[in-house]
């Protein structure tokens, strides 16, 4: 059973545009979201983060939004980059932000297309 | 520079050869964790450590051992690899959150 859900494989967008990745999750334990960039033949790395306590995260370019009744994340990057083209993860904890039992989806390839 | 190094990058091997894949980490972390990432399926974490000597199994750990003996150190064993174990697979550390979880850059495993 799929505690975390990524139900787009793929997103392809134009240079400039918004990207809008989405994640649902099944689990009301889980407290602490996270999203993951990984590239070809590189290990993910943590981009971006938020709390149950929050609705909305901001880092540069990328927000998380946080809707708790739907039990709904996103992730948007405005303007969109080529650089940004790899897999992106959405993962879970109920643990606030622990490292431990994370629970990742299965990733969301965008392409970000000049 | 901090790193998790993980090895080999590639390897093949036949079912039932007993293989290691190391995973060493340079920042003193006391946590250490395995994925393997499969099309379809995402990450899934095999086992985890959180610190010498103590170790977790994770999602997937059915034909995994691990071994904590020293803090920099998280071997990931299969002692009788069958090829539903062919995939990609990532060593991580992290001082205590998920926000400094720092990944490896992963094993290609292929069993024939």
């Known amino acids: 059973d799929q505690q975390v859900k990524q139900n787009s494989p793929s997103l392809s967008v134009q240079e400039g545009r918004i990207s809008i990745l989405n994640c649902d999750y099944t689990n009301s334990m889980f407290d602490y979201f996270l999203w993951y960039k990984k590239y070809p033949a590189e290990g993910p790395t943590f981009l971006i983060s938020?709390?149950?306590?929050?609705d909305k995260n901001e880092d540069g370019r990328f927000t998380v939004f946080l809707n708790k009744s739907a039990k709904h994340l996103s992730l948007h990057i405005v303007p969109s980059q080529p650089g940004d083209s790899a897999v992106y993860f959405c993962?879970?904890?109920?643990?606030?932000?622990?490292?431990?039992?994370?629970?990742f989806g299965k990733g969301t390839k965008l392409s970000v297309k000049p | 520079e901090a790193q998790v190094t993980q090895n080999p990058r590639y390897l093949i091997t036949v079912t039932g050869k007993k293989l290691t894949v190391t995973c060493s980490q340079n920042?003193?972390?006391?946590?250490m964790s395995w994925y393997r990432q499969d099309p379809g399926l995402g990450l899934r974490q095999i086992y985890y450590s959180m610190n010498v000597e103590v170790t977790d199994k994770g999602d997937v750990p059915e034909g995994y051992k691990v071994s904590r003996k020293e803090k920099r150190n998280f071997p990931l064993i299969l002692e009788s690899p069958s090829p539903n174990q062919t995939s990609l697979y990532f060593c991580?550390?992290?001082?205590?959150?998920?926000?400094?979880?720092?990944f490896g850059s992963g094993t290609q495993l292929s069993v024939l």
């Open positions: 993962a879970a904890s109920p643990q606030g932000g622990s490292q431990g039992n994370l629970i």
């Open positions: 920042m003193n972390h006391e946590y």
């Open positions: 991580a550390s992290s001082p205590g959150t998920a926000e400094k979880l720092f």
């Open positions: 938020i709390s149950s306590i929050k």
